[in-house]
């Protein structure tokens, strides 16, 4: 499973961007997908998951209310809505993979090790 993410840029903080996550090599319809976010010297920080069984979704807490997470199996996308940027909020956006067919248990979904396919990552720039 290859993973291409897009979307990231410099943005006003209130502003608003898309990201989105190309996947190729397998069909989403089979994958548990999430994006994380990483900013130097730390780890990587869960922000989103979406289920490939039954489209449930996760968010951390910080992003709550303002990311929205879903898929588009036609295109085999998964695409990170985000608005009402905060400056926090600036950070590498990668998109990661589970297992092809199967499901991260719930204990795990928060977890970037429970993933095994990352994308490249994009930079996302909130100025405040």
């Known amino acids: 499973v290859q993973l291409q993410a897009s979307g990231g840029g410099l943005v006003q903080a209130g502003g608003s961007l898309r990201l989105s996550c190309a996947a190729s090599?397998?069909?989403?319809?089979?994958?548990?997908m999430a994006w994380f976010r990483q900013t130097p010297g730390k780890e990587h920080e869960f922000v989103a998951a979406i289920r490939w069984t039954s489209g449930y979704t996760y968010y951390a807490d910080p992003v709550k209310g303002r990311f929205s997470i879903s898929r588009d199996n036609a295109k085999n996308t998964v695409d990170l809505q985000m608005n009402t940027l905060k400056a926090e909020d600036t950070a590498v956006y990668y998109c990661?993979?589970?297992?092809?067919?199967?499901?991260?248990?719930?204990?795990?979904?928060?977890?970037?090790?429970?993933?095994?396919?990352w994308g490249q990552g994009t930079q996302v720039t909130v100025s405040s």
């Open positions: 090599g397998h069909t989403i319809r089979r994958l548990d």
């Open positions: 990661a993979a589970g297992s092809a067919g199967s499901s991260i248990i719930l204990s795990n979904i928060r977890s970037p090790y429970a993933y095994q396919y």
